[in-house]
């Protein structure tokens, strides 16, 4: 017989670690920010700011980069109440998709019903410029790691049938993702819809990849994000999530992006960015 709590139980994990951020919060958000590229400034337009550092969370990764530790910062958005990550796992790092996607049943636990997600990706798709936004309306998983995978969860609980997402459905939230590209046409920005490619990394791809990815549909590619738009998905909240082109990923253009290159294309996508992130926060809590 099993005792209970188990603090092995993953779902017992979200209780706890809920538990303890909400009775630090003036108030439940409504909405959860992953601060990728492009948004990791939004922080400082989140007013009243309250910060928890991961280190002192239950249950939380642990950055193993010193003095890197990621906060969890909730706070007011345009009046309305957000938390928001800044720092999110990869895969790359070593973290396994149930850890890299811990954070999002926890956000979700505490009364989050939208997550908004964003990311750094390589433009794979010709007509993409440097800063361009993608919002992101389907993926192509090539991390082969769903959240709901036995693998991850070790033997508990058992996996049903229900928990799998349904065939063919995309993750992504329509209304929200046709919001982001008209407040990008209304500011006069370039927004495109397209598909996100995942790889584990940590590398960049060669030509004969980045021509193969083309190839099968793919608009741009990264290294994070699906994994987390997974579990948002199993569990029922709406997702907006959007890519800035921080370098030109095609078998004939030149290879070297350096990490300027990066925070150049982050600066142009940032007001871009945080103009979607405020039309998409105000519509989540109106609709
Ligand atoms: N490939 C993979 N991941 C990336 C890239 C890329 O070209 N750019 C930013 N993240």
Same mark, same amino acid.
């Given at each position: 017989m099993t005792k209970h709590?188990?603090?092995?139980c993953p779902a017992e994990r979200v209780l706890r670690t809920a538990e303890f951020i909400a009775c630090k919060l003036a108030e439940l958000p409504r909405v959860a920010i992953i601060l990728g590229s492009g948004l990791g400034n939004l922080v400082d337009y989140i007013e009243d700011a309250i910060a928890i550092d991961y280190a002192d969370i239950p249950n939380w990764g642990q950055s193993r980069? $010193?003095? +890197?530790?990621g906060q969890l910062i909730f706070g007011w958005f345009d009046s309305q109440p957000v938390i928001a990550m800044s720092g999110r796992f990869h895969?790359?790092?070593?973290?396994t998709t149930e850890q890299v996607s811990f954070p999002v049943r926890v956000l979700a636990a505490i009364g989050s019903h939208t997550l908004i997600v964003s990311n750094a990706a390589g433009g794979l798709n010709p007509q993409y410029r440097i800063g361009d936004i993608v919002v992101i309306r389907d993926h192509i998983d090539?991390? +082969?790691? +769903?959240?709901?995978r036995r693998f991850d969860y070790g033997t508990y609980p058992p996996q049903t049938?229900?928990? $799998?997402?349904?065939?063919? $459905?995309?993750?992504?939230?329509q209304a929200l993702s046709d919001r982001a590209l008209e407040t990008a046409r209304l500011k006069n920005f370039p927004a495109h819809p397209g598909t996100y490619l995942a790889t584990l990394g940590p590398t960049y791809e060669t030509r004969a990849e980045y021509r193969f990815m083309r190839k099968i549909g793919a608009d741009v590619v990264g290294m994070s994000t699906v994994p987390e738009v997974l579990q948002a998905q199993r569990i029922g909240m709406r997702v907006l999530a959007m890519s800035m082109v921080s370098n030109i990923a095609r078998?004939? $253009?030149?290879l070297r992006t350096d990490h300027a290159d990066v925070l150049a294309a982050a600066q142009i996508a940032e007001p871009r960015m945080r103009a979607i992130v405020r039309e998409a926060v105000q519509r989540s809590t109106t609709s």
């Open positions: 709590p188990d603090p092995q980069i $010193a003095g +890197h530790s895969r790359y790092e070593g973290w090539m991390m +082969h790691g +769903h959240p709901c049938r229900s928990d $799998a997402p349904l065939r063919g $459905a995309s993750p992504y939230d078998p004939d $253009a030149p």
